[in-house]
């Protein structure tokens, strides 16, 4: 007399059988979401197997599920139809390379000089390849009106503004539906205080390391250690520094794609505020700078960006030109403290000729 074989769930009961249907949905959870998960679950298994009560767990597995799963489909609903990439940087023709190097390695460096594209191109090509969807793709600047204006530029970019999202201190537009979040390197420092692993992310792109702050140091440090246990991270650190094999070398030989930048023409003029003549008054760094604007006033077209060493000598500069005599001219000081609204002038269209003052970076 022949039996039919028993399938293979004929020894589990059915409440178990339902937990694998579980574990399944939690693999297509946010990463941040599944270990807790993983554990309420396990927890839910034991007690199944004991007879124990499980309705208030089950109510609680089952809402962080549904939570996660609105969060992913938010984020695949507000990603863009297509990515398009601007071709006259010099960055696309090596899109390429660095997307066969993201599959084969976890860390990639691209050394890129200033106007290459880097900034806002790397970002959009890590959404091109279906990241940020379970993690968001964290992008650092080393400034906070970097950071709003590198968010602003890649919500134009990819017309897609739910997508794109900035934290900086005292400002966060991140919503559940961005997959890309831009932010100081100084606030994903102080996340790792919350997410250890930094789950939250599946990509990381460490912008402008070459300025080696205290923050991107203590980041590389940290991320070198973090990277064994999350395999599944990517890391691409740019750098407009002639010497990338630093980088490279401190994550294990990491692949370096140089990528050549724009130049523009520029012309250095000297004016010294001492004067040769003994008999003459030196100039003040003020009366240097309306002496310098007054001069490019009578030159061709372009703004003016005026360097100083603080948000005082920006007031002074400002109130020096202003008495002088403005007329043609829009002034423009632009500092962190500043609202929204004012940084934001400094990147809209104008009529006239533009004097941004501004702080002077460290170097």
Do not use: W
Not at 309 to 329: K, M, N, Q
Request: net charge neutral.
């Amino acid at each position: 007399m022949n039996r039919a074989a028993p399938s293979p769930d004929a020894a589990i009961p059915p409440s178990l059988a339902g937990t694998q249907a579980l574990a399944a949905a939690v693999d297509g959870a946010l990463l941040i979401d599944r270990p807790l998960l993983r554990k309420r679950l396990l927890t839910l298994r034991r007690r199944l197997a004991g007879a124990l009560p499980t309705e208030r767990l089950q109510a609680d597995i089952d809402a962080q599920l549904a939570r996660s799963a609105g969060i992913v489909t938010a984020r695949r609903a507000a990603r863009p139809v297509s990515v398009t990439f601007a071709p006259e940087l010099p960055i696309t023709v090596h899109l390429p390379e660095i997307t066969a190097a993201l599959q084969a390695h976890q860390v990639v460096v691209v050394c890129g000089e200033t106007g290459s594209g880097k900034t806002t191109q790397l970002a959009k090509l890590c959404l091109h390849l279906g990241r940020g969807v379970h993690g968001r793709i964290g992008h650092t600047q080393p400034r906070r009106i970097a950071a709003r204006a590198v968010a602003t530029r890649l919500a134009v970019e990819l017309a897609a503004p739910r997508a794109v999202g900035y934290s900086v201190r005292f400002d966060d537009t991140v919503a559940d539906s961005a997959a890309i979040q831009v932010m100081t390197d100084g606030l994903l420092l102080a996340h790792t205080q919350s997410d250890p692993d930094l789950l939250a992310y599946d990509t990381l792109i460490i912008d402008e390391a070459h300025e080696r702050s205290l923050n991107i140091d203590f980041l590389l440090g940290y991320l070198h250690r973090l990277l064994p246990r999350r395999p599944d991270l990517r890391l691409i650190i740019t750098s407009a520094t002639i010497d990338p094999q630093r980088f490279a070398a401190h994550f294990g030989d990491a692949p370096i794609i140089e990528v050549s930048g724009r130049g523009h023409p520029v012309q250095l003029r000297y004016r010294p505020l001492v004067t040769p003549d003994p008999d003459q008054v030196d100039r003040t760094l003020i009366e240097g700078i309306v002496a310098a604007v007054t001069e490019l006033q009578n030159e061709g077209p372009g703004d003016v960006l005026v360097f100083l060493p603080g948000e005082r000598e920006i007031r002074d500069a400002g109130e020096a030109l202003r008495a002088h005599g403005t007329t043609g001219l829009e002034l423009l000081p632009l500092y962190a403290r500043l609202s929204r609204a004012d940084q934001d002038r400094v990147f809209a269209p104008a009529k006239q000729r533009r004097v941004v003052i501004l702080v002077r970076a460290e170097p």
